[in-house]
């Protein structure tokens, strides 16, 4: 069992940045692919970014790629997202989750774990 807090939302102007955090509770962390997603209001939540196990290897959704970077820390039980020059079109709650199937995935039905997300908003 996994559960996941995300943390370092808000508010935000267009152009700037935010880092946001999400603590895992287990000691299995280290052996999950990590993810983060988004949800707009009135849209379906989608994929942001993934991340391996080990941090090795990590994959972008085309709309975030060169602005947003994900990063693991297993030894804090912690995964990041750097969010870099941000839109309003960014603005959405977002979410991290663990994937249950051992490799990162853009597909949230691979996510076994969810956390119960935090609110970004872009200003322009």
């Known amino acids: 069992q996994v559960q996941l807090v995300e943390s370092g939302g808000g508010l935000v102007q267009a152009g700037g940045s935010l880092r946001l955090s999400c603590a895992a509770s287990g000691r299995t962390f280290s052996t999950y692919p990590m993810g983060w997603f988004r949800q707009a209001p009135g849209k379906e939540r989608e994929f942001v970014t993934t991340?391996?196990?080990?941090?090795?290897?990590?994959y972008y959704a085309d709309s975030v790629k060169g602005r947003f970077t994900i990063s693991r820390d297993n030894a804090k039980n912690t995964v990041y997202l750097q969010m870099n020059s941000l839109k309003p079109e960014d603005a959405a709650v977002y979410y991290c989750?663990?994937?249950?199937?051992?490799?990162?995935?853009?597909?949230?039905?691979?996510?076994?774990?969810w956390g119960q997300g935090t609110q970004v908003t872009v200003s322009s």
């Open positions: 989750a663990a994937s249950g199937g051992g490799f990162p995935t853009g597909r949230a039905r691979d996510y076994e774990y």
């Open positions: 991340i391996s196990w080990s941090g090795d290897r990590t």
